[in-house]
């Protein structure tokens, strides 16, 4: 007999991130990860951490952590951001399934496109928001007309995932002149690698909310740190979610380490620069081996080759130790998508096609 309290339990299906293997041996391109370490400011302020402070609690709302995220990317953004205009979280995963939290309560379905973030409808099953997906273009563009229809919310990451395609900011200003009356959430995970961020477009558009993270372009992925920028009545309304179920949700460490970050720009913009060449040198000699790419302004290429099936070459890279991310999903089951890694460690993986495809 099923136990009764079995019937409360919630019926979800989680999110399933690239695996993560067991050993050190394995070239590892299958979550985005950096192939390098972050900034030696954040190894020093490790170093520097008195432990001794572990005992309080941390910053209820990363001040500090705030106001260097503001300066940084006023400067970046030509604008003119203050702390109240920045929400930390616990990674942007924390972050986004908090704005959905706070911003999408309406009875009308939220929109985004059908091949993006897979976290996007694991969110709506957990917090119950109704969701449409858009169709993508067979180049896997989307179409800005496609999120005019009355909706509850549009979520766009931009660049998006997996498909490594940035759209404009005219798509962006598009989209939001006509959702006039709801949120506008643009998930700027990889906007780092070559985008156009939509930043300074929250001072204008009072709905748009821009999340950013720590876990890619600044190597600090397990140190879990998200940020949300948009206008302050926004973000007031994170904190107040945020200050419902988790006051605390960066601990001192991630703190510190992410101020750290921040303050060493020119190392950002030299690793930064390195993913950027191997990603160009790597899409041309993929080319060459017959693959077609989608334009990636990304730290990831999207690929697919006119003779051997995606599924093939996921098992042969995967079982000489190579790891690339391969869904078994419609519309892209054709497709790999393959984390920039360093020189050495492309150079490996396309040594291995070569000898599978010329084979
Ligand atoms: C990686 C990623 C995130 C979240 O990463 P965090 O590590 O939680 O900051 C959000 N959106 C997209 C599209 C991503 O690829």
């Given amino acids: 007999m099923e136990k009764a309290w079995k019937r409360n339990f919630i019926d979800i299906s989680p999110y399933t991130a690239g695996e993560q293997p067991e050993s050190e041996d394995i070239i590892k391109l299958n979550a985005n ?17 008195d432990a001794g402070s572990l005992r309080l609690y941390p910053s209820m709302d990363a001040l500090n952590l705030r106001k260097a995220a503001a300066q940084r990317l006023s400067q970046l953004n030509n604008v003119s951001l203050s702390e109240r205009n920045i929400f930390i979280g616990n990674g942007s995963d924390d972050v986004l399934a908090t704005a959905f939290r706070a911003f999408f309560n309406s009875d009308k379905p939220i929109l985004f496109p059908s091949v993006t973030y897979s976290f996007y409808p694991v969110w709506c099953q957990l ?23 009355e909706n509850g919310g549009v979520v766009i990451a931009n660049p998006n995932a997996p498909t490594a395609i940035c759209q404009g900011l005219e798509f962006i200003t598009d989209v939001l002149e006509h959702n006039s009356d709801c949120i506008v959430i643009v998930d700027e995970a990889y ?6 961020s939509a930043v300074s477009l929250t001072k204008s558009y009072k709905n748009l909310l821009v999340t950013q993270t720590f876990s890619k372009s600044r190597a600090m992925a397990g140190m879990r740190i998200g940020m949300a920028i948009g206008d302050s009545e926004l973000t007031a309304i994170l904190d107040a979610v945020k200050d419902s179920y988790n006051s605390y949700p960066l601990d001192s460490v991630a703190i510190e380490t992410g101020i750290a970050s921040i303050n060493d720009d020119a190392y950002f913009k030299q690793t930064l620069e390195r993913v950027i060449s191997t990603r160009e040198r790597t899409a041309k000699r993929l080319r060459e081996l017959g693959f077609s790419l989608t334009e990636s302004k990304t730290n990831f290429l999207f690929v697919q080759h006119e003779s051997k ?51």
């Fill in 33 to 49: 990860e950096s192939p390098y370490p972050p900034s030696p400011e954040v190894l020093k302020r490790i170093k520097s951490f």
């Fill in 191 to 196: 906007v780092d690698f070559g985008g156009c």
């Fill in 309 to 359: 099936s995606a599924k093939e070459i996921f098992e042969y890279l995967r079982s000489n130790g190579v790891y690339v991310r391969y869904w078994d999903k419609p519309i892209i089951s054709n497709r790999l998508r393959i984390t920039i890694g360093t020189d050495e460690q492309m150079d490996i993986m396309l040594n291995l096609l070569e000898k599978l495809l010329k084979a």
């Fill in 127 to 149: 917090l119950k928001i109704p969701y449409k997906t858009t169709p993508m273009n067979e180049d896997f563009s989307i179409n800005a007309a496609d999120f005019y229809p």
